[in-house]
């Protein structure tokens, strides 16, 4: 049995795909079997706009490796979401170049929702094995969106394939890659 799913590509990556890519989540969390959307936001500003949207439909979860603004952080709060700042960078720990590299192949906001998905259950704000909606984008704002199961990084590539990270989905990309 196949499915089909739409995915949106965008010509270039950056902000301007934002809104784009809140639609697109939105239409995934309506399909009800997700419940939670992780998002990449270093001073809040993305992550309010993403707990906005989603309000009462899931739970929403923002992720920053840097201090967030107060009044953005205080704002996913008041809306529900929960903020997580001045987190770890699993992939850029020692030993990860390779496998964070190989991530960049398929974009920044790619990587860092990956990387979201490991930050946010090493810290315990997600179950291991619940499929997520994970956003991030290149540079600022949101150009990238995926499904995936999450795990915590010491299980990435566990031997119980039950425990391993699993993308299930590309909901939105950016065909054009920006190295840094």
């Given at each position: 049995m196949s499915v089909v799913k739409q995915i949106i590509y965008f010509k270039e990556p950056g902000p301007?795909?934002?809104?784009?890519?809140l639609d697109c989540v939105l239409k995934r969390i309506k399909e009800g079997d997700i419940k939670t959307v992780v998002v990449a936001s270093t001073s809040g500003e993305t992550g309010v706009k993403f707990a906005k949207a989603l309000k009462g439909l899931c739970n929403v979860i923002v992720v920053s490796h840097e201090e967030m603004k107060r009044e953005y952080k205080e704002e996913i709060l008041r809306l529900g979401g929960k903020p997580l700042d001045k987190t770890h960078l699993p992939l850029h720990a020692?030993?990860?170049d390779a496998i964070r590299n190989s991530f960049y192949t398929l974009g920044q906001g790619f990587k860092v929702c990956v990387?979201?998905?490991l930050i946010a259950s090493d810290l315990g704000a997600l179950n291991p094995g619940e499929d997520v909606v994970a956003v991030a984008g290149t540079g600022r704002g949101s150009d990238t969106a995926?499904?995936?199961?999450?795990?915590?990084?010491?299980?990435?590539f566990s031997?119980?394939?039950s425990k391993k990270l699993e993308v299930r989905e590309i909901l939105a990309m950016p065909l054009k890659k920006m190295w840094w």
């Open positions: 301007k795909n934002t809104d784009d890519v020692r030993g990860m990387e979201i998905i995926i499904v995936a199961r999450a795990c915590k990084t010491s299980d990435m031997r119980d394939r």
